[in-house]
């Protein structure tokens, strides 16, 4: 294939030549330049067959145990490790984001470690949460839901990927078959993963249907997709505006969809902790805020602080800061200008700008590091306003006149991932931090103490998620395994059927040593009675 | 208060004089007349006071332990048994459900049973799924999701009642105040039950916002108040299309809200279990489907068997048994009339009319028991008109020509609550089971053997739930403790917070005996470490 043909969609295990009549390019926003290689915006008959193909690939596995998709999340890892180097390069061609440290030793094994912890889940099958009752001869536990759609986001081209990453991950965990949206900044990327995937499938031996990908549809294809009976959920990780659209058209079909929309991460810095260590607490916030160009969802865009000498000295030594670091990289043109438009609608209605505020500075696509400030009576007077995301290296600081009106700021917070109070360790900030913590509890899927929030473990007990309209459903979260895969799952209950008819997780035998199942109330790896 | 003043509502724990410009009152549908009490529509003023106290109150109770809501609920529990005879008589009059077999003896302690076994899951805290990561520092549980608002449907006055069900007991088991909104059709019987739970909430000493009651609302300010920011999320039993309107009204806010709407619930006879137990088969599904009338959730409405001797004599001997019983008296000459419509929509699309069809033959409010026949391949030509669903004393019996073609009967079912297939002991059916459980499992939350469906356990392994239109979501129960209870939960995950600001359950030391933690991976009663 020469760079000049439109790339072919993967339909059914099928490099298929696309219908398309529009097509697209990516840009390498470090030079600002178009890259010659042609995607195509699939029209509906490519993603009817895309769907049709799922559907008989999700009848087909209906009964297969979680072994066989371990084989392949691991056969899968192994392959895009084999084209690491292939795929470190093309994602910072496209995305700017840095090789090291980010992409080729961060980015990448988190992303083949979590297409594993997703195979042990699979393979582990303590995450169906088998439940016995042998009083009433019913049982229960979590099958698969159905074919998933997953729509990646352009910050993450590994780790949230679509055809790659973490909702991808535990659709497949689950048990179901995936059609990938690859997003339209990083399609090569998207592209050299679905080669792995298939030649996983290949080695694997899976239905050709277990990974599709289409690069693009148009708007009104992408709510008919969500909608379509074919599907059983949705996962969608991006801008809050495309994210609440295709909500709706899932919500009117009846279909599960799992958001990750925006979050402003709001930081509470209490007074006792400005004294105690101001200049670690600028290293860390700068660090934290400005590391990739900003572009996390769990950036700290929210600062509040006391508007006296600790706090305002804080402020501007953050100011200093973001005015003698260059600005990153950011990872395409849109993605500037949007946040140019939220910095402009902070400053429109009444912050300062203390550091930033104009584009450029740094090599490619670029935006001076903006720092903005408002004072707590300000902030509380439109408060929907100053919560405005601004995706990007910059963050709003709110200069709060005592810790009732801090409590109050976090009482008019939206639902957000995470927030934090960093607090002193003497104890002078005790009484202020149990003012604020059980308002900012309820408002937030993570709460931190004392650290920036831009690290995610993948752990067990993560939550990446929160309530709306940081998600569309607090009780969730999007990374963490095996927390993350139950999403994409059906609860399959058997009221009196036969025992040899039951699945092998609901027999009486214990189905392997490490296998937990709650058998008349009580967790137990062993068999029933 | 005479009979001839409207009733009040229970507004943050007074009686409160309604400013309702509209009324209403119940029907006694054994005699077809009215009951002369009078209750409020009350208007958004109310339900707008309604949700301050709820959101005070939830406030309030953040971090209270689980103990203090169990005290609740058996103060409650308590309090209804020592009205079971108003509630009963109340309950009788207002649905003309049998005192016995039902309102007293079934019902009514299914309801304390259900209150009891949510206070134990409550004092527990099993159900809030501790998860601790030593190594991260992450830990992190199901917390109260806010407050909640419950809608009661018709049909259980008690088990499903707003204010004293299973929504409402796994809404209180989380830590949440509810707003009940009764039903219109019982409004005596849900004021009682108001009675008790502010008798419960004195002696228990909670919040007077805890339980609040409503006795209707208008349309749009039923929409208003799911989606209100003070709401956190809702519970919805009752008839699909206003379900799904306000479905519709809480999606766009973003609440999760969990529905429990219509089901047909179909059953699969084969040969080879006719041929076994003819007689037995027909007294088991004519006592399932005339049972109340028919008026159960779980009610078998969709019959499938072959369209041979044996499927022909086993219809005929069903629709003489209908013949031959007197109906049941209906809940409402609105439930009668919806019954007769769709009765109409079946016939009108081509099924025959074996028994029944016309009002009437019972005591007060009834519909004869109807039996309708269509054939295989007449109701794949109209899948959806079939599958309308006729809430009531009646079902549609479809004649298969094949086991391929119940095979595609059930590929066009929509998701039901249950699905049942009976079959022979003797292996004779076996082939066919096998073909057709693949595909009626992931269209049903609960799959039967060899049994009728109306019969819903209150068991930890309970799926009362299944894939939409039944519900809103396949991955959710509404019966079924503690399984129903994390429907009204946000996860709260802690990253780094410091030991002693934990809550009490996220902490090293074991928060007592039975209490079940994930720790590392592996269920644990112990500590960490």
Redesign the interface.
């Known amino acids: 294939m020469t760079e000049t043909m439109t790339n072919p969609v993967l339909i059914n295990g099928q490099w298929t030549k696309s219908l398309a009549s529009q097509h697209f390019c990516a840009s390498n926003p470090s030079i600002r330049e178009e890259i010659p290689r042609d995607f195509p915006v699939s029209p509906w008959s490519e993603i009817d067959q895309a769907l049709t193909a799922a559907a008989e690939a999700s009848?087909l596995m209906?009964?297969w145990s979680g072994s066989r998709f371990a084989e392949f999340l691991e056969a899968y890892a192994t392959e895009i490790e084999a084209r690491a180097d292939e795929l470190v390069a093309a994602a910072h061609e496209e995305t700017a984001l840095p090789l090291s440290p980010r992409l080729a030793d961060v980015e990448l094994p988190r992303t083949t470690n979590q297409l594993r912890l997703a195979a042990a889940a699979s393979r582990h099958e303590s995450w169906r949460e088998a439940?016995?009752?042998t009083?009433?001869g019913?049982?229960?536990m979590?099958?698969p839901?159905?074919p998933v759609v997953v729509f990646g986001p352009n910050n993450f081209p590994f780790a949230f990927n679509g055809i790659a990453g973490g909702d991808f991950a535990a659709a497949i965990a689950a048990g179901n078959p995936v059609i990938a949206k690859g997003h339209s900044s990083h399609p090569e990327t998207t592209r050299i993963f679905a080669e792995a995937a298939l030649a996983a499938i290949e080695s694997a031996d899976m239905p050709r249907a277990l990974v599709q990908l289409i690069y693009r549809t148009t708007h009104d294809d992408g709510y008919r997709l969500v909608s379509d009976s074919r599907i059983?959920a949705c996962g969608y990780t991006g801008a809050r505006s495309t994210g609440l659209k295709l909500?709706?058209a899932a919500?009117?079909?009846?279909?599960?969809i799992y958001l990750e929309l925006s979050s402003i991460n709001p930081v509470f810095i209490l007074d006792g902790v400005l004294n105690q260590r101001l200049d670690e607490t600028v290293d860390e916030f700068v660090g934290s805020c400005l590391m990739g160009a900003g572009q996390f969802c769990t950036n700290p865009g929210l600062v509040v602080v006391s508007d006296n000498d600790a706090g305002q000295k804080f402020a501007g030594a953050v100011a200093e800061r973001f005015m003698a670091a260059t600005p990153g990289t950011m990872l395409s043109e849109g993605v500037c200008r949007a946040f140019g438009e939220s910095i402009e609608v902070l400053t429109k209605a009444g912050a300062d700008l203390l550091a930033g505020g104009q584009t450029g500075g740094g090599t490619g696509v670029s935006f001076a590091n903006t720092l903005l400030a408002v004072s707590g009576t300000e902030f509380l007077r439109q408060p929907e306003t100053f919560q405005t995301e601004a995706f990007g290296n910059g963050a709003l600081f709110v200069l709060a006149d005592s810790v009732d009106q801090m409590e109050e700021i976090a009482e008019n917070l939206e639902?957000n991932l995470?927030g934090c109070i960093c607090s002193a360790t003497d104890g002078s900030d005790d009484a202020a931090?149990d003012q604020l913590?059980?308002?900012l509890?309820?408002r937030v899927?993570?709460?931190?103490?004392?650290?920036m929030?831009t690290g995610v473990?993948v752990?067990?007990?993560?939550?990446h998620?929160g309530?709306?309209?940081a998600t569309?459903?607090?009780?969730?979260?999007a990374v963490g395994i095996p927390?993350s895969v139950?999403?994409f799952?059906?609860?399959?209950?058997?009221?009196?059927?036969?025992p040899d008819?039951l699945p092998r997780l609901l027999q009486d035998a214990s189905p392997g040593a490490n296998v937990?199942r709650?058998i008349d109330?009580?967790?137990s790896t062993g068999d029933v009675g």
Request: proline share 11%; net charge positive.
């Open positions: 009848r209906r009964n439940t016995i009752d009083s009433s019913i049982r229960s979590r099958g839901v159905g059983a909500k709706a919500d009117a079909a009846g279909k599960p639902g995470t931090y913590e059980p308002v509890r309820t899927g993570r709460l931190l103490n004392d650290k929030p473990a752990s067990p007990s993560m939550n998620g309530p709306f309209p569309g459903h607090p009780g969730f979260t927390a139950p999403r799952a059906a609860l399959y209950c058997y009221d009196n059927v036969r008819r937990w709650n109330g009580q967790w």
